[in-house]
């Protein structure tokens, strides 16, 4: 029986032979110990906005620049997933001003602030794309509703390259494009956002909370709030089924892909890539180097047809009691 720690240079392999990726989500430069340490494959999440809310300023161009290359030239050719700025809902920053919002999870935040300020933007992605020189870079757009959004930060983007290009910078020409999916628009019409981007990245923590209409900061909800809701994991699946039908990778960098109740059933769904903090790696490991793909995809596709988020509790208790028995 192996110790965690020696599971770090093991592949996440079930045993019959599917592979996945698990990679961390990091908050700067000072998390990639983290990610060494615990056998990340990479980092699936950057959540670049604590750049900004550490800082007395909108971060240069040059400073977010330095971080971010840091990062790719430290995790020496493994994957780095940069989502550009979110902030709004629940995020201030000190020298920006937000307009009081009766619904700022609904509100402005997060892309929607990006696009209306392109300044803002601009020198983030710039940023990006230099770093991208250095290592292999991957951006991200959050909260995004519609293709018309994609189509303009890409367009954006694509500005930037060109700017990039006559000032004579070095920077990555082909980075691969993905969105966070954390809205039912974008599970609804999955399949179209599916052949603008390179890969979906699965936020479960805003997408539950915006499925369920939960507020997830909320004690009195609190009950309400489960990402082990079968409208969520249909959502979930459905994610999946599209990128894969498009050829792309499916991620997730929400919670539950840290959370060992659901790594069957994701597994089980097919999902590429699970990103988490870097110390819940080597369970949510362990766990899928005793499971069989096969036998999860049938415990998936049953779980799917559940009718309520206890049934599908008690369902994926019975599947982790099985797999520790053939731990022993």
Not at 4 to 12: G, N, Q, T, V
Not at 53 to 78: C, I, W
Not at 126 to 131: E, G
Not at 235 to 258: F, N, T, V, W, Y
């Amino acid at each position: 029986k192996m110790r965690l720690a020696e599971l770090k240079d093991f592949p996440a392999c079930t045993v019959d032979g599917r592979r996945v990726e698990l990679c961390a989500n990091i908050s700067g430069v000072n998390d990639l110990k983290s990610v060494e340490e615990n056998g990340a494959e990479g980092v699936g999440l950057f959540r670049t906005e604590f750049l900004y809310m550490d800082s007395m300023h909108f971060p240069t161009e040059e400073e977010q620049f330095r971080v971010y290359r840091e990062v790719a030239e430290k995790l020496n050719g493994k994957p780095v997933t940069i989502r550009t700025l979110d902030v709004g809902g629940d995020k201030d920053l000190p020298y920006f001003s937000f307009n009081k919002e009766q619904n700022p999870f609904l509100g402005w935040r997060a892309i929607r602030i990006c696009l209306d300020r392109v300044d803002i933007f601009k020198t983030q992605l710039r940023a990006i794309l230099r770093a991208g020189a250095f290592g292999r870079v991957r951006v991200m757009f959050p909260m995004i509703i519609s293709l018309d959004e994609l189509r303009r930060a890409k367009e954006i983007l694509e500005e930037c390259k060109n700017e990039l290009k006559a000032e004579g910078k070095s920077f990555e020409q082909n980075i691969e494009i993905g969105i966070m999916v954390e809205t039912p628009a974008v599970v609804i019409l999955a399949e179209k956002f599916a052949r603008e981007v390179d890969f979906f990245s699965i936020g479960t923590n805003d997408l539950t909370q915006y499925t369920l209409a939960v507020d997830r900061g909320n004690e009195k909800t609190a009950g309400l709030y489960n990402p082990l809701h079968p409208a969520v994991l249909n959502s979930i699946k459905r994610i999946i089924d599209a990128s894969h039908k498009a050829q792309k990778q499916a991620c997730m960098c929400g919670e539950l892909a840290g959370n060992i109740k659901a790594a069957p059933l994701l597994i089980g769904m097919g999902l590429d890539e699970f990103s988490m903090s870097a110390a819940s790696i080597p369970e949510i490991k362990k766990l899928i180097r005793s499971l069989s793909y096969e036998e999860m995809r049938t415990y998936a596709s049953k779980a799917l047809e559940m009718d309520t988020s206890s049934e599908v509790e008690t369902f994926v208790e019975t599947i982790l009691n099985s797999s520790s028995d053939s731990l022993k």
